[in-house]
């Protein structure tokens, strides 16, 4: 059974700041990895997806890099913002593309 | 495109009754989720169909719920009856091609409370 993990619970950190959230998977053979934030009281918005033949997605200030043989994601993001204070979500999608599992989420806060 | 449709946003409702919630997927997306966000269990997936059709339901925590697709546009979940612990939000979600591979687009979920 897949385990997603992630890592920091929670991260809070000054205004322009590059960070770097973790997250790590025990099952390698995957079919993708997505990046979600939630916004306290919102559902979940797409950030970044990747597939298991990539190494890395790239959109904006945010860069996600995928090491499978390893079990590792990480979500870095750059010069860092209040507005980027949301709860960031890992999760692997299986081989058939059909079922995501879902890490517990870093919780982000950047103070200005 | 509108993205992934959940009504109603906000449900209270008394313990024992009923409580349906429903969802509209992006059009032409085949596979269609339904998960569970609670602040002790993080999101759980209950349900999902492939083309309408019931794949795997392991998630259903008790025979008192229960989940239909009868097209491609539409699904829905019914608590019956409902209890307390079933207080959370429901997320629905649909799967399709993002650039070149499938991801998963999320609704705005419905926060369900039951007193």
Redesign the interface.
Known sequence: KQEVTQIPAALSVPEGENLVLNCSFTDSAIYNLQWFRQDPGKGLTSLLLIQSSQREQTSGRLNASLDKSSGRSTLYIAASQPGDSATYLCAVGETSGSRLTFGEGTQLTVNP | DAGVIQSPRHEVTEMGQEVTLRCKPISGHD?L?WYRQTMMR??E?LI?F?NNVP??DSGMPEDRFSAKMPNASFSTLKIQPSEPRDSAVY?C?S?GL????????????T?LTVV
């Open positions: 596979y989720f993080g999101l997936l999902y492939n794949i795997d997320f979600a799967r993002i650039r070149d591979s499938y991801g998963y687009t999320f609704g705005s979920g926060r």
